[in-house]
Nanobody
Framework: QVQLVESGGGLVQPGGSLRLSCAAS???????MGWYRQGPGKQRELVAD????????NYAGSVKGRFTISRDNAKNTVYLQMHILKPEDTAVYYC???????WGQGTQVTVSS
């Protein structure tokens, strides 16, 4: 079992930035990790994922160039740096470990003026 705890969400104006963190209760060093989001009335979608060493990173087209996923395996933490936020980025953001299908509880990001 592993617990994933997200933090860093909040209310931000359009064009602003936020950094989300996902702290894992156990080592993440050998696992691909990802961020998903679910907006109001929408299905959960992949935002970005990152392989264990960071060698391969995938982004959803809608966030490419604005969001950056990174990881610190020594701290068992994954990050999502978000810039130039738009109202359509409003969602609950979830941390995910595909192996074992572990999800965090989510953190709300609201982009609004």
């Amino acid at each position: 079992q592993v617990q994933l705890v997200e933090s860093g969400g909040g209310l931000v104006q359009p064009g602003g930035s936020l950094r989300l963190s996902c702290a894992a209760s156990r080592s993440i060093s050998i696992y691909t990790m990802g961020w998903y989001r679910q907006g109001p009335g929408k299905q959960r979608e992949l935002v970005a994922d990152i392989t264990p060493t960071g060698a391969t990173i995938n982004y959803a087209g809608s966030v490419k160039g604005r969001f950056t996923i990174s990881r610190d395996n020594a701290k068992n933490t994954v990050y999502l740096q978000m810039h130039i936020l738009k109202p359509e980025d409003t969602a609950v953001y979830y941390c995910y470990r595909p192996q074992g299908h572990y999800w965090g509880q989510g953190t709300q990001v609201t982009v609004s003026s």
